[in-house]
């Protein structure tokens, strides 16, 4: 939808958003005496649809999203975000510090069968909402204009897309944290391969994705056995250096 | 039949257009013709709707553009930029195939829009070029394949389709012979008259009155916008 091929939520602070909503749904419950069972993933899709909201009104000019203004809105979430967090283990008792840690780091372990009741559903809907719409955002490639002249209702499309983006986005966070850079690298490097049509960019980004991410963790509880290394530490340390080769590749073509 | 009654457009403090009015009716090849900062594209993009008038307003059919259906609108009316923002490797066939979208729907059948978008490149001499990535292409040729693009807008889904377009249809073309060789401009007034013939209407927007001649002059005619377009017609 921002029509540029190297963003992604971890940069556009919709993770950090989700992360918000979660930490502040973990210590405030905490404070409060309210179960916390079902809260955190709720608040985490909160937060993060209201981490993409932000970043979407600020980088909208005129009908067209500006994408430096876009980055630059995602540097000031991220920013704010991590405030809170920071304001939140100040406040939190060690249990709590416990597992705000680990939503910053990241970490597959969270995840039991349990968890699932609340993933599967949020992500089938999320990604049911984004087939629905792969030929709008084919058109989108085009531009924004040309979509409108084409007969894409950019506002329905814009906001049903963010909703989606919240609400897978929001729901992951919520279980396994923040964990950077599969999320732009993957679908980067498939559209180099497959072809930018949505149809068949999306399914399959969400099976390299999974499989990436899968793969990364099997790594990360065996490279340094018995330690278990936050998966997110490993995702980072491997993405970022492919993040700048994939920068200074759009800069020479 | 596309009306525009009084047009004002205004950007900031400045009037673009100041009280315009022009008619388009089916059949009709009209080019715009004027001076650099004259406003024509600024007319253009106002006819497409893409531009809310200050005052005045720009009727399709006798209805607002407004007030249209998107959709609807868009098996209308197309509109060939001067520049595309594309820089996304589809390759050709789908570039053409997404000018399509609007006739499209769970009933359509592949092969028509197959047939649709080899017409639609074979028309501006393109068809050796379906499989190519959109982006190695040069400036004359992405130009032709959006071009095809909008014919491919134009074109109602095959037999069976239940798809059918009533009623004025609109072509709005912004400079689209500027970067091509003569050969290739002939190709796309001859394309851009025949739309005007099939019971539509073209709108041509282009910096010199030089090609004007080489239009066949059967029902064309051009208008002349003056500086700061205060009178067309």
């Known amino acids: 939808m921002v029509r540029d091929p190297l963003d992604d939520p971890g940069l556009l602070g919709v993770s950090s958003g989700g992360a918000v909503g979660a930490a502040l749904a973990i210590v405030g419950g905490g404070i409060t005496g309210v179960v916390t069972g079902g809260l955190a993933p709720i608040a985490a899709c909160a937060g993060a649809g209201v981490a993409t909201a932000l970043v979407l009104l600020l980088a909208r000019r005129g009908g067209r999203i500006d994408t430096i203004t876009l980055l630059l809105a995602g540097i000031a979430v991220n920013a704010f975000a991590g405030a809170i967090l920071g304001a939140c283990t100040v406040i939190a008792s060690d249990t709590q510090l416990r597992n705000l840690a680990f939503w910053t780091l990241g970490a597959l372990g969270g995840v039991t069968w349990d968890a699932l009741r609340w993933i599967v559903p949020a992500l089938v809907l999320a990604l049911v909402l984004l087939l629905r719409l792969a030929r709008s955002l084919d058109v989108m490639l085009l531009g924004e204009r040309e979509a409108a002249h084409l007969g894409v209702r950019l506002d329905r499309v814009s906001w049903t897309i963010a909703a989606a983006v919240a609400l897978g986005v929001g729901i992951g966070t919520a279980f396994v944290g923040l964990i950077g850079f599969v999320g732009l690298v993957v679908p980067h490097l498939l559209r180099l391969v497959v072809g930018p049509v949505h149809m068949r960019l999306l399914p399959l980004a969400a099976v390299a994705g999974a499989l990436l991410l899968t793969a990364s963790d099997v790594l990360a509880r065996t490279v340094a056995a018995p330690i278990e290394l936050p998966i997110g530490v490993l995702t980072a340390a491997v993405g970022a250096p492919t993040f700048l080769m994939l920068i200074l590749r759009r800069r020479v073509s | ?233």
């Open chain 2, 1 to 233: 039949m596309l009306v525009a009654q009084e047009l004002v457009i205004r950007r900031g403090d400045a009037d673009i257009l100041r009280g315009v009015s022009c008619t388009v009716r089916p059949g009709e090849f009209v080019a715009v013709v004027g001076p650099i900062g004259a406003g024509k594209s600024t007319l253009l993009h106002a006819l497409a709707g893409d531009l809310t008038p200050a005052a005045g307003s720009v009727c399709l059919d006798e209805v607002p553009l407004s007030r249209w259906d998107a959709r609807e609108l868009a098996r209308r009316r197309a509109v060939l930029a001067q520049h595309s923002p594309l820089d996304f490797a589809l390759t050709v066939d789908e570039v053409v195939a997404l000018g399509h979208t609007p006739h499209v729907t769970r009933t359509s059948n592949e092969r028509g829009q197959a047939a649709v978008i080899a017409d639609a490149l074979d028309t501006v001499g393109m068809g050796w070029a379906t499989d190519r990535a959109y982006p190695t292409l040069s400036g004359g040729e992405r130009q032709r394949v959006h071009l095809a693009r909008v014919l491919a807008q134009f074109a109602v889904g095959g037999p069976g389709s239940g798809d059918a377009v009533s009623g004025t249809r609109i072509a709005l073309l912004d400079e689209p012979i500027t970067v091509l060789d003569p050969r290739h401009q002939r190709v796309v007034l001859e394309t851009a008259r025949r739309l005007a013939e099939e019971n539509g209407c073209a709108v041509l927007v282009e910096g010199t009155p030089v090609f004007v001649r080489t239009i066949p002059p059967a029902r064309s005619r051009p208008w002349v916008t003056h500086a700061r377009s205060e009178q067309n017609t």
